[in-house]
């Protein structure tokens, strides 16, 4: 099965196209991740979502290798870990080795994976990487808005992204509004709350979803969407990247928003990237990078 309606696309900060919903390999095994990700192709994304951390960017490549869909109709986004040495040398050898895993020549967004460590050396270089034309938009991951402001204030460019956990349970309103006031494109990653909370079995979202004659998943999914928020579900089962993908052909009222809004707990359902223990797990993890 493949969608019939075309996958809308947000217009980021520097003009670049990025399709609305992608998909995502976060935890997929390295040796399930190609054959995956060409069911994915297969069923019509074209926007792609890795990162260095995840330990499957070659396999993402040879995916788009074995696909044949042309390099030009693709969004593939990847992520640079926190790096132990800090220097912009030392992000741009990681940007050329995750580009050689995945066999491009350029990437359409490239963000910073956590706000910690040197990330600022980091910002540095994905601007004059930027500049080079081997990345076509650049920006961040997990920055809670203090940071991102501070980011956004003291360089030259904006990051067009700020991909960040965004789901029923945790809606964002507020920062989504200030990532608009400032030119920032909200991704959610986690769209589904990976099953937190009995999503799928949520009262709310089941009887929306009836109406519809549509699944929890979709209805997420909608809500997401109409919010102009980016998405990227992963699936590992054909028919449900699919059915991800089939969410254009209907629209949430209203009052259907609404309800769904009222599920929000403002916090997050994983981790809080401002917690002392959290930022020093993170830190312990620092990639010693390329060498």
Do not use: C
């Amino acid at each position: 099965m493949t969608i019939s309606i075309p996958v809308p696309s947000v217009t980021l900060n520097n003009g670049v196209l990025m399709p609305i919903i992608g998909f995502g390999v976060f935890q997929i095994p390295a040796e399930q991740t190609q054959e995956v990700v060409e069911q994915a192709l297969a069923a019509g994304y074209r926007h792609l979502d890795t990162a260095s951390s995840y330990g499957n960017e070659e396999a993402v490549g040879a995916a788009i290798r074995a696909s044949g869909v042309p390099r030009e109709e693709l969004f593939v986004t990847t992520k640079l870990w926190i790096q132990a040495s800090p220097g912009e040398e030392v992000v741009k050898r990681a940007f050329d080795v995750s580009a050689q895993r995945l066999g491009l020549d350029h990437l359409d967004l490239y963000l910073i994976h956590q706000p910690f460590g040197d990330y600022y050396s980091a910002w540095r270089a994905m601007e004059q990487l930027h500049r080079e034309g081997v990345i076509k938009a650049i920006g961040v991951s997990n920055f809670h808005g203090d940071r991102l402001v501070d980011l956004i204030e003291r360089n030259e460019i904006t990051p067009a992204v700020d991909q960040v956990e965004t789901h029923p349970f945790h809606a964002r309103f507020a920062d989504q509004e200030l990532m608009a006031q400032h030119g920032v494109q909200i991704e959610s990653w986690g769209p589904f709350a990976e099953g937190k909370n009995d999503l799928f079995t949520n009262p709310t979202l089941a009887a929306i979803g009836q109406e519809h004659g549509r699944s929890v998943a979709q209805v997420v999914l909608r809500w997401l969407t109409q919010r102009q928020v980016v998405v990227i579900p992963k699936s590992v089962r054909p028919e449900r990247m699919a059915q991800n993908l089939d969410i254009f052909d209907f629209e949430l009222t209203d009052a259907q928003m609404g309800q769904i809004a009222s599920l929000d707990t403002g916090t997050s359902l994983f981790f809080d990237h401002r917690d002392p223990a959290m930022v020093s797990w993170l830190n312990s993890r620092a990639e010693n990078g390329p060498a």
